[in-house]
Nanobody, 120 residues
Framework: QVQLVESGGGLVQAGGSLRLSCAAS????????MGWFRQAPGKEREFVAR????????YYADSVKGRFTISRDNAKNTVYLQMNSLKPKDTAVYYC?????????????WGQGTQVTVSS
C-alpha cells in the first residue's frame, strides 16, 4: 500500500514557475515508478511525465517537454515536478501516481491532486 499526497499547486502568471511535490508513505517507494498526470475541466486525465524507481529514466509528454522536469528523492520518499514557462493551457488538477507507463491503467496508487492555475 502506498499513500500519496501532492502539494505545491497554486495560481501563477503565464511564464512563471511552480514546483509540485508528492510525498509517499511506505518503505518501498524506490520500487515504484512514479508519474504525474493532469486533468483540466471537461477533459480526460492525461499523462505528463514519469520517472523510474531509481530516477535514472524519465519521459515526458510532448506538450511539456523542455518546460517540465520530473525528479525524485528516494531518501525523502518524494517525487517532484518542476514546471517552468507555464502557459494557461497547463491549468489543471495535477495528480501523482505510483506505477508505470503512459496511461492511467498502469498506475495503481493515486494522490488526491493539487490545483494549478495559470493566468494569462
Amino acid at each position: 500500500q502506498v499513500q500519496l499526497v501532492e502539494s505545491g499547486g497554486g495560481l501563477v502568471q503565464a511564464g512563471g514557475s511552480l514546483r509540485l511535490s508528492c510525498a509517499a508513505s511506505g518503505r518501498t517507494f524506490s520500487w515504484y515508478g512514479m508519474g504525474w498526470f493532469r486533468q483540466a475541466p471537461g477533459k480526460e486525465r492525461e499523462f505528463v511525465a514519469r520517472i523510474s524507481g531509481s530516477g535514472s529514466s524519465t519521459y515526458y509528454a510532448d506538450s511539456v517537454k523542455g518546460r517540465f522536469t520530473i525528479s525524485r528523492d528516494n531518501a525523502k520518499n518524494t517525487v517532484y515536478l518542476q514546471m517552468n514557462s507555464l502557459k494557461p493551457k497547463d491549468t489543471a488538477v495535477y495528480y501523482c501516481a505510483a506505477g508505470s507507463g503512459d496511461s492511467r491503467a498502469g498506475y495503481r496508487y493515486w494522490g488526491q491532486g493539487t490545483q494549478v492555475t495559470v493566468s494569462s
